[in-house]
């Protein structure tokens, strides 16, 4: 799929924001951006969620704005109602949040993430429609040019690849010390 081919970590979210694909390097970034997970209720039940982004609140509302925009009038959905309701009962949280009615594009911003192993991560995230079922979006987070996070994605990007293993019977040439 294309998300596996894109060099920057990406993902596909559905309607329900359930991730739907993603690439190793969002994996990396957080182990929740995988295939299977629900993005609503991972942010909302589990505490990793809350050191990964430092901006939480900020984050959740446009979280369930964004949700409420996904679903629009289709209210009446059984995978809605559940979602919503499982959440309710859960999260005090989403709760608030869900009694306010916003809603808002689901759209990009500016992101800022603290990951375990790299520490602050300010990334652009955006969000693009994908053409064929309702509500998809690809989701792709970039840093700045030449920024410090740009370098930190770098790195993850090299901790996801395999290492290639030495050929037996080589061994490293020291460089040539005559001047």
Do not use: C
């Amino acid at each position: 799929m294309l998300v596996a081919t894109l060099p920057l970590p990406a993902f596909v979210e559905g309607r329900y924001f359930d991730v739907l694909a993603a690439n190793s390097l969002a994996t990396a970034l957080s182990p929740r951006l995988a295939v299977g997970r629900n993005r609503l209720r991972d942010v909302f039940l589990d505490p990793a969620e809350k050191d990964l982004y430092p901006d939480w609140e900020s984050a959740t509302e446009r979280l369930v704005a964004g949700f409420r925009q996904s679903v629009g009038t289709d209210t009446h959905d059984q995978r809605f109602i559940g979602l919503v309701g499982e959440l309710s009962l859960a999260s005090p949280h989403f709760r608030a949040l869900w009694a306010r009615h916003e809603v808002r594009e689901r759209e990009g911003a500016e992101m800022r993430l603290e990951h375990p192993q790299l520490g602050e991560l300010r990334l652009h995230r955006e969000k693009l429609a994908v053409s064929g079922p309702s509500g998809q979006m690809l989701v792709i987070y970039h840093a700045s040019p030449d920024g410090p996070a740009a370098e930190k994605l770098q790195l993850l990007d090299s901790l996801t690849k395999p290492s290639l293993p030495t050929p037996r019977g080589l061994k490293a040439t020291p460089p040539d010390s005559h001047a």
